[in-house]
């Protein structure tokens, strides 16, 4: 398509935080979710610590977009476990007869967008249009409900269908797990460029568990091929690679917590893949069909233990370009306050390489749950034709941003148990909360109750 030359941005789409955030422990080997299970959240401050974020991208002269939460409790998923009557009905009998049920279909886990879908920009894709599969999410029961309406909104949103082409989620079933772009990613010498796509997985859904490992990987290799195969990418730039058992069994669930990419920038843990050399190697190789080096960003062992970046969530920083050129690390504070990764964080900065920035957010809500600042956007590379033909209000401005932290502060609790979830009367103001939501960006009847 001749409109989709010239030039292109990365548009993080952030996912709002939703009403029902709380503290369920639903993710084992997530070592964050695991630990916090039963302490009390605050979904308001969950929310503005989000907004925060926007706020600071925006500022850095970024192209800064939202995708809105879901409905929760997903009363359509108590409905096929038997469950009838009213919505307010069926959470209370939910509440009642399957507690732990109920306390799945009410996590607000959709806020991590990375895991929302895989995303090709059109300078990578044989017919020139952005590809998108939502993940199955099928390795965690709580967010294997969220790829139905994950892929209703990127529908709503990147509607215009000469320019965007959406495939339906890999099936689940065994261990076909994808969970999207939390294991992929792109580097590329501009945005508007063709780029080498990584895509990075933690076993077969057919292979034999043939050694002990404290955690299970969540990537299959057969979903990654299956989405580089449907969204038509070059098979000469691509680079599949298999993240290290040791990563995730010391709690690197996705391989965003031990890696980034930006530009022609890789920026790793010594141990993030099963073999490095091999690994480079692919990226070196995917990266020299399209003419240019990768950059590496290597961080040793010794400088920073797995252990400590996995609780610091260095890598699962948001490593962005910025207009004036350089790249800033957007971090969590948890990474400022450890001394391991906030001295090499300096170093990076002190040295000749691409990061010429840090910048340190709070966002412990999040954390809480093994969210860092990348587990809440989404990468979608636009060209400025593909950003124009968007529908709705999803892009942020400032003034949108007030708009929704006013709405935040109108609808959201500051406090939170988990067992919370089951009062019928969280279940009314998130549905009231969720109805001005979808006014406020324009999307239209979007959620099941507004059907
Ligand atoms: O899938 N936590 C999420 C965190 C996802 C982070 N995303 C990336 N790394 N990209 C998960 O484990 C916890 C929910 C709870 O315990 O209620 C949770 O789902």
Not at 47 to 64: E, F, P, S, Y
Not at 188 to 198: C, D, F, I, P, S
Not at 203 to 221: L, P
Not at 239 to 252: K, L, P, W, Y
Request: hydrophobic share 40%.
């Amino acid at each position: 398509m001749s409109d989709n030359a010239g030039v292109a941005h990365e548009v993080n789409f952030d996912g709002l935080v939703g009403p029902t955030h709380n503290y369920g422990g639903l993710s084992y080997g997530n070592l964050a979710s695991m630990n916090n299970l039963g302490a009390v959240s605050n979904p308001l401050g969950a929310v503005l610590q989000g907004i925060q974020k926007m706020r600071k991208l925006l500022d850095l002269g970024l192209v800064q977009g939202v995708l809105p939460p879901h409905e929760r409790p997903a009363v359509s998923a108590l409905r096929h476990f038997g469950f009838t009557g009213t919505d307010a009905e069926i959470v209370e009998a939910a509440a009642k007869a399957a507690p732990q049920l109920l306390m799945n279909c009410a996590s607000a886990s959709a806020m991590w967008t990375a895991n929302a879908a895989t995303v090709s920009p059109s300078a990578d894709t044989r017919d020139g249009k952005v590809h998108f599969t939502p993940a199955n999410l099928g390795s965690m029961f709580h967010r294997s409900l969220e790829p139905d309406f994950t892929g209703r909104t990127l529908k709503a949103i990147f509607a215009d269908d000469t320019r965007f082409s959406h495939h339906a989620p890999i099936p689940y079933g065994g261990r076909m797990g994808d969970e999207g772009a939390a294991n992929h990613g792109r580097l590329a010498t501009g945005y508007g460029e063709q780029g080498a796509e990584l895509f990075v997985y933690g076993h077969s859904a057919f292979e034999k568990q043939t050694r002990k490992v404290t955690f299970q990987a969540r990537q299959a290799v057969e979903a990654s091929h299956a989405i580089a195969t449907s969204h038509q990418l070059d098979g000469r730039a691509l680079a599949f690679v298999r993240q290290s058992a040791a990563a995730i069994d010391a709690g690197a669930f996705h391989n965003d917590v031990v890696s980034v990419t930006n530009g022609t920038a890789l920026f790793y843990h010594e141990q993030a893949f099963e073999d490095k050399a091999e690994a480079l190697d692919a990226i070196t190789r995917a990266c020299a069909t399209l003419e240019f080096e990768p950059v590496f960003i290597e961080v040793p062992a010794d400088r920073v233990s797995l252990e400590t970046a996995i609780k610091t969530y260095l890598f699962n920083s948001q490593l962005v370009s910025l207009p004036e050129g350089g790249m800033a690390l957007i971090l969590p504070t948890e990474s400022e306050e450890n001394a391991d990764t906030r001295s090499f964080v300096d170093d990076a900065i002190a040295g000749n390489g691409p990061i010429t920035q840090a910048h340190y957010l709070d966002l412990k809500q999040s954390m809480k749950n093994g969210g860092g600042p990348a587990c809440l956007r989404l990468r979608v590379v636009l060209t400025e034709a593909e950003q124009a033909a968007l529908f709705g209000n999803c892009l942020m401005t400032h003034e949108r941003l007030d708009d929704l932290e006013a709405w935040a502060k109108k609808h959201y609790r500051d406090q939170m148990m988990p067992e919370d979830v089951s009062d019928p009367q969280l279940y009314q103001e998130t549905c009231a909360a969720l109805d001005e939501l979808t006014q406020l960006l324009d999307l239209g009847s979007l959620y099941d109750f507004q059907r």
